[in-house]
């Protein structure tokens, strides 16, 4: 299984990024897929969850109306536009996928809310 991040950058408040992850060693539509994030000096936090077929999403109270979570299952890839972004959600973001009973991650990608 890998998974690899990437769309992170510098961004002012109130601006956007789409963060991008790309998935391969297992079948990408058979499974959901997450999105993490972990802020400097705190524990790592589950942001938003898209089901296999894309037909449920969830997510955290704090990214919920500004984030949203979409996947191509062509490209076996998953995305989290984020949008109205805050300094407060400065953090590495992790895609994951739970397989098997275990927990995947790729190495994240950072992103950064500051003017």
């Known amino acids: 299984v890998q998974l690899v991040e990437s769309g992170g950058g510098l961004v002012q408040p109130g601006g956007s990024l789409r963060l991008s992850c790309a998935a391969s060693?297992?079948?990408?539509?058979?499974?959901?897929m997450n999105w993490y994030r972990q802020a400097p000096g705190k524990e790592r936090e589950w942001v938003a969850l898209?089901?296999?077929?894309?037909?449920?999403?969830y997510y955290a109270d704090s990214v919920k109306g500004r984030f949203t979570i979409s996947r191509d299952n062509a490209k076996n890839t998953v995305y989290l536009q984020m949008n109205s972004l805050k300094p407060e959600d400065t953090a590495v973001y992790y895609c994951n996928v739970r397989r098997q009973g275990m927990d995947y991650w790729g190495k994240g990608t950072l992103v950064t809310v500051s003017s």
């Open positions: 898209i089901s296999s077929n894309g037909g449920s999403k």
């Open positions: 060693g297992f079948i990408f539509s058979n499974y959901g």
